[in-house]
C-alpha cells in the first residue's frame, strides 16, 4: 500500500502552502491510521475471508469497462498498472536484461487458476480494454492485483495477492526487514544503450 497525498485526512491539516512532503509528522500520522482502519476490516473477515473458488470476488487484475464501472475503472488506471516499462522503456531501473523483475506484462487469462508458484494466475481477459499513459498503451498485462472493495474506499496503490505455502512467510518477512527507501539516479546520454545491471548501479551508489 503506498499513501496517496490526495487524501482528504492530509490536505485538511496542511498549512498554508505546505505540501505533502514538508510534514512527516502526518503524512505518517495519517498513514497509520489508514493501515490500523485496514487491519480492523481484514480481523472482521469482511474482505479475506476465503480462498480458491473465492479469490475472483476479492482480487482482481483488470482494467474495468468505462461504461458501466467508471468509479474503479479510474482508480485501478490512476494507482494500478504497472509501468510502462520492458519495450516501452528501455531506461526503467526495474530491468534487467531488458526482462521487468515484477514479471510485467503478465499473460492474458481466461479464468483465473492456482499457478506454480504460491500466486494465483489472475484473470485478465484479452478483452480490448487499454488506456494510453505516457507514450505506452497498457492493457490488462499490466494491471497489478488489488481489491475492489479496498481501491474504492483508500484511493491509492495496494496490491492485494492471494498467497499461500511457505513462500508467503518469506514475503512477510522481506517487508518487515528490507529497510527503508532509497532512490536510485541516472542521468545518460539519448545515443546511450548500455544494459541496466542492477547489481553493478548498486556497486556504483557504494
Ligand atoms: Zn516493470
Given at each position: 500500500m503506498t499513501c496517496n497525498s490526495e487524501w482528504k485526512e492530509m490536505k485538511d491539516k496542511?498549512?498554508?502552502?505546505?505540501?505533502?512532503?514538508?510534514r512527516l509528522d502526518l503524512t505518517t500520522r495519517v498513514f497509520r491510521g489508514k493501515l490500523m482502519d485496514l487491519k480492523d476490516q481484514i480481523l472482521k473477515k469482511e474482505?479475506?475471508?476465503?480462498v480458491a473458488a473465492y479469490y475472483d470476488k476479492y482480487v482482481q487484475a483488470e482494467i474495468r469497462d468505462k461504461e458501466t464501472n467508471m468509479p474503479l475503472y479510474e482508480v485501478v488506471v490512476k494507482?494500478?498498472?504497472?509501468?510502462?516499462?520492458e519495450e516501452y522503456n528501455k531506461?526503467?531501473?526495474?530491468?534487467v536484461n531488458t526482462t521487468c523483475r515484477f514479471r510485467y506484462p503478465r499473460p492474458f487469462s481466461s479464468k483465473t487458476m492456482q499457478g506454480n508458484d504460491v500466486y494465483p494466475i489472475y484473470r485478465r481477459m484479452n478483452d480490448g480494454n487499454k488506456v494510453k499513459v505516457r507514450n505506452a498503451t497498457l492493457n490488462n498485462r499490466w494491471v497489478v492485483p488489488s481489491s475492489p472493495y479496498l481501491l474504492l474506499r483508500y484511493n491509492c496503490h495496494i496490491n492485494v495477492e492471494i498467497c499461500s505455502g511457505l513462500k508467503a512467510v518469506k514475503y512477510i518477512y522481506k517487508y518487515i526487514y528490507k529497510g527503508h527507501d532509497r532512490a536510485a539516479i541516472y542521468i545518460s546520454h539519448d545515443d546511450d544503450s548500455r544494459t541496466i545491471s542492477e547489481i553493478r548501479e548498486f556497486q556504483d551508489a557504494r
Open positions: 496542511l498549512e498554508k502552502g505546505q505540501r505533502p512532503q514538508d474482505i479475506l475471508g476465503k494507482h494500478m498498472l504497472h509501468g510502462p516499462c531506461e526503467c531501473p526495474r530491468l
